[in-house]
């Protein structure tokens, strides 16, 4: 490809992009959920550890059920261990995959929105967007938070609008103050 | 002097194409499935090597059934016809125009042949591991919350001689069993439109875009990251629809090239002549010390997404998830291999790598990451030769190429 032939392909590529940006998009199984709309929905947000990862069949599919031990709780009552429930899984030798389903693994730390109703399992509110991971810097400790639907440009149906948002990297100290605030304001 | 200028030019311009390809251009991904090595070769093959869930694709051999229940409190399918009997014939269509879309795609072993004559169901509650793959509009699922609006939940196997309900048994090591698509009933904010009624319902979805999506994942995809793909993982906003709306000339025009190229990958034609090309290499860091050391035996970047740009018109022609390869028996080597197939011959390609941290992160092809290794913690008994554990995808690398010979 000669320099000019890279030159107009790289406008090209730039007025893609600036088309792209104006093109509203929206998660294909997902609709927006912006953080303030997962703190008034959530019936719960709290720090959990996983603990264990088990798939069975259940009212006719593979679920995984997820047990956390509760580290904190930032909203609603929960009991030391949460049990979650999401569709999905591998029993024998049959796997069941939805794609947008969070996945844990023994050990690993997240912020996690609950949904559910009275006598029913928990369910992560709005998949990736209520799956909050905490990482450790091995060297610094540090711990940051990241939303597993950071890179989501979401669509408001209320402004019609898209934005780049959700949460990435964010220390967790940082996201305490977020989500302390959200919890204030929320909706009564 | 010249050519001096002319190289500094190029790295800084594929530095700029880097910057700017990132949000635009990364790839299809399959979902993977390792055989259960567990079992007699006879039935797994014998090897730890995933494989690719995908359909049948002999004649007839994928049925399609929609249950004809629709929500009605609130009505979230709009149709343009009214009558009862003519929002049946236009959701019908719909749903026959999506599966059109990808059985139109050249190359290919999936052609409107393959499909069974599109059936109704009248019962409410047609989704589930029947072994039937249904469409349902107005089924309650224990899965949904707000913000969920559709999804598809695809059974596959590990191993051969294995059934789900009346499904055909496996006799193929990743077949696909069983494939259901829900759409959300209940949520009184959310409507989608068929084509014929998108316009006068612009706060709605586009039916046939989302459908389309699902039954990519219901072929076997998981997302791409190209953002003109049908299987980018962000529906156009409600009131409009991706891609170009298709036509008998052209059936496929909803979809990219990245997801025509993922379809011939996945059901390769072997009398097509066009889409032989391949184009493989392998990713390393420059400094052999940024590999993780945990787990043991990554010897090249994992997780970068390899790019085959078509020089010519400047279209994303394919791409893949790279990083890794394998050899029968298994298990899954981190080397830092990438290889695109199914590329038109005679054609010239530019190809990059990047990282997942773009618009599309790892965690939205988790079921493509998580599912090249299995091992004797995630399942017991497996052999510990052909274990393996997935390394974290490497999200940090910036890319830089060698110039050619």
């Not at chain 1, 927006?32 to 603990?51: D, G, H, K, M, P």
């Not at chain 1, 609950?114 to 509110?125: D, S, Y």
């Not at chain 2, 889409?275 to 860091?285: D, K, T």
């Amino acid at each position: 490809m000669s320099f000019v032939q890279r030159r107009r392909f790289l406008w090209i590529l730039f007025l893609a992009g600036l088309a792209l940006l104006a093109v509203a998009a929206n998660a294909t199984t997902l609709s927006s959920l912006r953080f303030e709309e997962l703190v008034n929905q959530a019936t719960a947000v709290a720090r959990l550890r996983c603990i264990g990862v088990e798939s069975r069949w259940q009212d006719g599919e593979i679920w995984t059920e997820t047990r956390f031990e509760t580290v904190e709780v930032n909203k609603g009552l929960l009991p030391g261990v949460v049990s979650v429930r999401m569709l999905g899984g591998s029993v024998g030798n049959l796997h069941s995959r939805i794609e947008g389903v969070p996945a844990f693994r023994p050990g690993e730390e997240a912020y996690i929105f609950l949904w559910g109703h009275e006598g029913e399992p928990f369910r992560v509110l709005g998949w990736s967007q209520g799956t909050f991971r905490i990482d450790r810097d091995p060297r610094t400790g540090v711990e940051r938070v990241t939303q597993d639907s950071a890179a989501d440009p979401v669509f408001d149906p209320r402004t019609r609008q898209f934005r780049h948002g959700g949460i990435r990297n964010l220390p967790v100290a940082v996201f305490q103050l977020k989500l302390q605030k959200a919890l204030e304001e929320k909706t009564p | 002097m010249k050519l001096c200028v002319n190289r500094i030019c190029s790295i800084l311009l594929a530095t700029f194409y880097a910057i700017w390809f990132a949000p635009i251009a990364q790839a299809y991904s399959f979902d993977m499935i390792v055989p259960d090595v567990r079992q007699p070769a006879a039935l797994s093959g014998g090897s730890a090597c995933p494989v690719r869930a995908h359909q049948l694709s002999s004649t007839g051999s994928i049925a399609v059934r929609w249950s004809t229940a629709l929500n009605s409190n609130p009505v979230t399918i709009l149709t343009q016809n009214q009558t009862a009997s003519g929002r049946l014939t236009e959701i019908e269509q719909g749903i026959a125009q999506s599966l059109a879309v990808w059985s139109g795609v050249s190359g290919t072993t999936l052609v409107p042949a393959t499909f069974a004559p599109l059936s109704r169901t009248a019962t409410q509650t047609a989704c589930g591991p029947d072994g039937v793959n249904s469409i349902c509009f107005d089924q309650a699922d224990m899965a949904f919350t707000p913000g969920v609006l559709a999804f598809t939940r695809v059974i596959t196997t590990d191993r051969l001689g294995v059934q789900v309900g009346s499904s055909a048994v496996s006799t193929q090591l990743g077949q696909i069993l069983d494939a259901d698509i829900y759409f959300n009933p209940s949520d009184s904010n959310t409507a989608y439109a068929t084509p014929l009624a998108l316009a006068a319902n612009p706060k709605a979805y586009d039916l046939e875009s989302l459908l389309t999506h699902e039954l990519g994942h219901f072929l076997g995809f998981s997302h791409s990251a190209v953002w003109s793909a049908i299987m980018f993982p962000f529906a156009p906003t409600p009131g409009t629809f991706s891609g170009m709306r298709p036509t008998a000339q052209q059936p496929d025009a909803p979809l990219g090239d990245d997801d025509r190229t993922g379809l011939r990958v996945l059901y390769p034609d072997p009398v097509d002549a066009v889409h032989q090309g391949s184009i493989r290499g392998r990713i390393f860091p420059a400094n052999p010390i940024a590999l993780p050391a945990s787990p043991p035996g990554v010897t090249g970047v994992f997780g970068a997404q390899v790019v085959a740009v078509d020089a010519a018109t400047g279209a994303v022609a394919g791409a893949t998830f790279g990083g890794w390869s394998c050899v029968s028996p298994g298990p899954a080597q981190f080397d830092g291999t990438y290889e695109i197939d199914a590329l038109a011959v005679g054609h010239s390609y530019t190809v990059y790598a990047e990282t997942l941290n773009g618009v599309v992160d790892p965690s939205q092809i988790t079921n493509a990451i998580n599912s090249l290794c299995r091992n004797v913690m995630t399942d017991p008994g497996w052999p510990p030769l052909q274990g393996c554990v997935v390394p974290a995808a490497n999200i940090s690398f910036t890319a830089r190429t060698r110039p050619g010979p």
